[in-house]
């Protein structure tokens, strides 16, 4: 009792210890979160700022998405 075997830490899935660690976004260091509304509008925004930059990819599907090609 007491040990940890290779056959548990097989078992945990992977990002489980990070997920333990930081289980909201803004618990990651250097992660800033934000949001904007524009009540006349009648919309907003969410920014996820990475103090340090940071590499982004995104998916826009639908038949209208909204943005601007």
Sequence with gaps: ??????????????????????????????????????KEGITGCTVILCEQGAVAGVDVSGSAPGTRE
């Design 1 to 38: 009792m007491g040990k940890i075997d290779l056959i548990t830490l097989s078992v945990v899935p992977r990002g489980f210890l990070f997920m333990v660690m930081f289980s909201a976004i803004t618990d990651v260091p250097g992660i800033k979160v934000g949001h904007y509304t524009d």
